[in-house]
């Protein structure tokens, strides 16, 4: 029994560390973007699933219809961002072309937002799974 809590202990410790340092590793990477101000991040991975691209269409362009929002599109090429998204406003969009999202452990293959405070540390994480009824930003 008292191994059992004990193993319960250190797996609830470890679970707080991991976001403690997810929330470090965001706040180090947006130091590169000055500009990403808005309470809501939408970080999109195109390098993954191609069949994908449609769903991240639809959350892209309500992302940019919506001025809570700011788009990160992680990939290697920014043409190929363009031939799927088309526009892509200044200010708006950024890209990591260097996939250092994905090297901090911030994105996985789903679209994921997170929410930011005043002081752009990291209030909360939402994945979207392309499996809703009603594919929509949160």
């Known amino acids: 029994m008292i191994r059992l809590l004990f193993c319960l202990f250190i797996f609830l410790i470890s679970c707080r560390n991991n976001s403690v340092n997810q929330e470090e590793r965001l706040e180090f990477f947006l130091q590169d973007f000055s500009e990403a101000t ?3 991040l939408l970080f999109l991975f195109l390098e993954g699933c191609t069949s994908c691209h449609e769903y991240q269409n639809t ?3 309500e992302a940019l219809l919506d001025p809570n929002y700011q788009v990160f599109l992680v990939t290697k ?3 190929k961002a363009k031939l799927i998204f088309g526009m892509v406003p ?3 969009v950024f ?4 996939l250092d999202s994905v090297d901090l452990g911030l994105v996985t293959g789903v679209p994921i937002v997170y929410f ?3 002081s752009r540390k990291q209030i909360d ?4 799974s392309f499996e809703q009824v009603h594919l929509g930003l949160p």
Do not use: A, C, V, W
Request: no cysteine; aromatic share 14%.
């Open 77 to 79: 090429s920014i043409k």
């Open 125 to 128: 994480r939402f994945e979207i």
């Open 116 to 118: 930011l405070s005043d």
């Open 90 to 92: 200044d200010g708006k």
């Open 38 to 40: 808005s309470p809501k």
């Open 95 to 98: 890209f990591d072309k260097e």
């Open 59 to 61: 959350l892209y362009q």
